[in-house]
Nanobody, 123 residues
């Protein structure tokens, strides 16, 4: 069984930094995309950053370009979101997601979500 566990959220002043981590556990053979999403209060969940595991390419939401960086430790199936120059509008629950997960135990290809971690940026 695959599980994603996030860590690193918290309260920070505007202009500060946080680093989120997502650790995927289970008998994982491959993950196609590693991603971070956020869900501000009263809004829908949106993609923040995406990393393609095959070639390391990344993409970002316009609102975070130049401030957030997604990276990985693919050997350990851990990925990170470094968030700099945080703004109050970045306040949200942040979720990690693994797309296209294959395990040694099944031929199925599935997607998994983490439980979410709260990030609060005070002005």
């Amino acid at each position: 069984q695959v599980q994603l566990v996030e860590s690193g959220g918290g309260l920070v002043h505007a202009g500060g930094s946080l680093r989120l981590s997502c650790a995927a556990s289970g008998r994982i053979f491959d993950i196609i995309h590693m991603g971070w999403y956020y869900q501000p209060p009263g809004k829908q969940r949106e993609l923040v950053a995406l990393l393609t595991n095959t070639d390391g390419s990344t993409s970002y939401a316009d609102s975070v370009k130049g401030r957030f960086t997604i990276s990985r430790d693919s050997a350990k199936n851990i990925w990170y979101l470094q968030m700099n120059s945080l703004k109050p509008e970045d306040t949200a629950v942040y979720y990690c997601k693994a797309d296209g997960v294959r395990t040694y135990d099944s031929s199925a290809i599935e997607d998994y979500w983490g439980q979410g971690t709260q990030v609060t940026v005070s002005s």
